[in-house]
């Protein structure tokens, strides 16, 4: 896997979005990044992944430097509910099937 | 449809006793995956399967840990003899195929504490 680099916490106002950094200066060419949250008691919910291009879904934006050295996880309007830990993951090389999820990004959304 | 599902949810032993998790993965999904999270910490893999055949087992702690996957759909995780430090969640996830970087889907956990 390729190293992933994430603030340990950050605050967000409701309403206003959240952006979350992750650096993964390791990533190799054909690793993709996903991102994953946990909210408190609750098993890890997939909310996006990308290779190069940036990514937007029902949840999510996902932009990924053109380097890809990091990407930024975007919730535009963040709810009290989107309070959790976020996960950045770059699973890679033979069994990139493992996720090493390390510490994450603790976001709590203020009302 | 119907997401993983884990049980118990919760689960007291007494040191030395015999565990068994149970995983129902999402239906036809053919990749499993058993993870342990201690208090914490992000979660760390254990072991993976694809169909019935477990295909890494690199992340059981010990020779106590043990899980199969007999008929390619639910799982069983079995910890024999707990210690204390067994105490954890233990979190099933399942993807659709083979693929590697296919996305998994996680159950609820199941919260082991040894006393």
């Known amino acids: 896997d390729a190293k992933t680099t994430q603030p340990p916490s950050m605050d967000c106002a409701e309403g206003r979005a959240a952006n979350l950094p992750c650096n993964h200066s390791t990533i190799s060419g054909n690793e993709y990044v996903y991102w994953y949250r946990q909210i408190h008691s609750q098993g890890p919910q997939y909310i996006i992944h990308g290779l190069k291009n940036n990514e937007t879904n029902e949840m999510a934006s996902l932009i990924i430097t053109e380097d890809r050295k990091s990407s930024t996880l975007i919730l535009p309007h963040a709810t009290l509910r989107d309070t959790a830990v976020y996960y950045c993951?770059?699973?890679?090389?033979?069994?990139?099937?493992?996720?090493?999820f390390g510490k994450g990004t603790l976001l709590t959304v203020n009302p | 449809g119907a997401g993983v599902s884990q049980s118990p949810r919760y689960k007291v032993a007494k040191r030395g006793q015999d565990v068994a998790l149970r995983c129902d993965p999402i239906s036809g999904h053919v990749s499993l995956f058993w993870y342990q999270q201690a208090l914490g910490q992000g979660p760390e893999f254990l072991t993976y399967?694809?169909?019935?055949?477990?295909?890494?087992k690199s992340g059981l702690p010990s020779d106590r840990f043990f899980a199969e996957r007999p008929e390619g759909s639910v799982s069983t995780l079995k910890i024999q003899r707990t210690q204390q430090e067994d105490s954890a969640v233990y979190l099933c996830?399942?993807?659709?195929?083979?693929?590697?970087?296919?996305?998994?889907?996680f159950g609820p956990g199941t919260r082991l504490l040894v006393l």
């Open positions: 996830a399942s993807s659709s195929s083979d693929w590697n970087q296919e996305t998994q889907y």
């Open positions: 399967f694809q169909n019935e055949a477990q295909l890494d």
């Open positions: 993951i770059a699973p890679g090389g033979g069994s990139n099937y493992k996720l090493t």
